[in-house]
């Protein structure tokens, strides 16, 4: 009797052609996240759909399953038993597996007279009997145990045994949720603008969901932003790791630029201004690493800077799309994500932001293109964004 993490994927079922592209991807996902973990200790296998993480150190489970819940591609893993299916031998491996769980269970259970199910699913037609009557059959071990009492259709456990086709058999009870999505690489790359707020980490997150493997950029304008602040950043990288593989990331100094626009542009056109250098950098940074988008943590009206004319008036800066995975979230609904995700804490950790520094006290809400580019007129863009490109460190 083995025990097993057994790993179920999700959306990638429905590809059709493309499947084992989606799947070797996914496979390199997980074994990557394990190795992090487990240093290589442990054994994977496939077979018909299905994953099985094995032979790692038993006191480890919560932490190989927790891992395998933010591996995006993953719809639910269990922590089964796996046992050799003993047909011939009336099943007594299951059984026996069977019996560890109920009566863990019952210790486990607060409930007095909990009632369970036993559901079968038989994929090796080798053996004559129908699904119900195996799983009417092996619920007899459960009541032997236990006070548990048989109910189909309402019951507090359903103890599940997949009979494989391959003589094993997996005897669990119950699954925990993965994050769902694509996995991390199917869908391109792209550069997310990472500051240390709320927002943009919970970008990472959206965009990593839906398969795109992402780089990071910081903008950084020492001595007004500090050296703490940076470390936030790499710190908020971190723990976005499990769920978006290692983002490298890239820290771009901005203090020249900043003081430049302070010097020779109206104060309340500061942050669009800003922004449109922002964009430049990204781009050329997209360009370098062959990224094919730029991603924000903006949503729509949420400040001055994020009304339809100044992302208009920013994007235009932009060579590439530009995706904004939280245009149409409440602030309520990122905070919600952020906290599932562990960013919250760290990302509101007082420190200041390149975007605070010079913050002027009414900025333009609705600036018109036309007029922008006319103001930056004053400034040497591409001298400007070369040096800064020029003093870019990687973390
Ligand atoms: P966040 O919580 O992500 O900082 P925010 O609500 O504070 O967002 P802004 O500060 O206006 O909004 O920033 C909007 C977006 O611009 C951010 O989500 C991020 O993608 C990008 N951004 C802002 N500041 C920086 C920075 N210093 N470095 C990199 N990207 C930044
Ligand atoms: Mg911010």
Request: charged share 30%; aromatic share 10%; with cysteine.
């Amino acid at each position: 009797m083995e025990k097993v993490i057994i790993i179920r994927y999700g959306e990638i079922f429905l590809k059709g052609k493309n499947r084992s592209y989606f799947e070797s991807l996914l496979i390199s996902n997980i074994k990557s996240a394990l190795d992090d973990l487990l240093g290589g200790n442990y054994s994977f296998s496939r077979s018909q759909g299905r994953y099985a993480v094995s032979n790692f150190e038993l006191k480890r489970e919560d932490e190989v399953i927790a891992t395998l819940r933010k591996v995006f591609g993953i719809h639910s893993v269990s922590s089964a038993f796996m046992v050799r299916t003993d047909f011939e031998n009336d099943f007594e491996n299951i059984r026996s597996a069977l019996k560890v769980l109920a009566v863990k269970a019952e210790e486990d259970n607060l409930k007095k007279d909990a009632r369970f199910r036993v559901t079968v699913k038989r994929a090796d037609k080798r053996i004559p009997m129908p699904s119900y009557e195996i799983a009417a059959k092996l619920a007899g071990v459960i009541l032997d145990n236990t006070s548990f009492k048989v109910d189909l259709t309402d019951f507090d456990f359903d103890f599940e045994v997949d009979i494989r086709e391959n003589g094993v058999s997996y005897v669990y009870l119950g699954s925990f949720l993965g994050v769902g999505g694509l996995p991390v690489g199917c869908s391109s790359k792209g550069l997310l603008l990472l500051s240390g707020g709320i927002d943009s980490p919970v970008a990472a997150y959206m965009m990593a969901k839906r398969g795109m493997k992402l780089f990071a950029v910081h903008f950084a304008s020492p001595p007004y932003t500090s050296e703490r602040a940076k470390q936030k950043v790499i710190e908020l990288r971190d723990i976005l790791s499990p769920y978006t593989t290692k983002m490298r990331l890239f820290v771009v100094p901005f203090t020249e630029i900043q003081l430049e626009i302070h010097k020779h542009c109206p104060e309340e056109f500061m942050i669009t201004i800003m922004r449109r250098f922002m964009m430049r950098i990204a781009s050329r940074l997209a360009e370098k690493f062959d990224l094919k988008a730029i991603i924000t943590g903006e949503s729509l009206g949420q400040v001055a800077s994020q009304t339809v004319e100044s992302m208009t008036s920013t994007e235009s800066c932009a060579k590439f799309p530009v995706f904004r995975p939280l245009i149409a979230f409440d602030k309520d609904e990122t905070m919600d994500v952020a906290k599932r995700i562990g960013t919250y804490e760290k990302s509101i950790e007082p420190f200041e932001d390149c975007c605070t520094v010079f913050l002027p006290k009414n900025p333009v809400i609705h600036p018109r293109l036309e007029k922008v580019v006319e103001l930056e007129k004053e400034l040497d863009i591409d001298s400007l964004v070369e040096r800064a490109i020029g003093g870019i460190e990687e973390y």
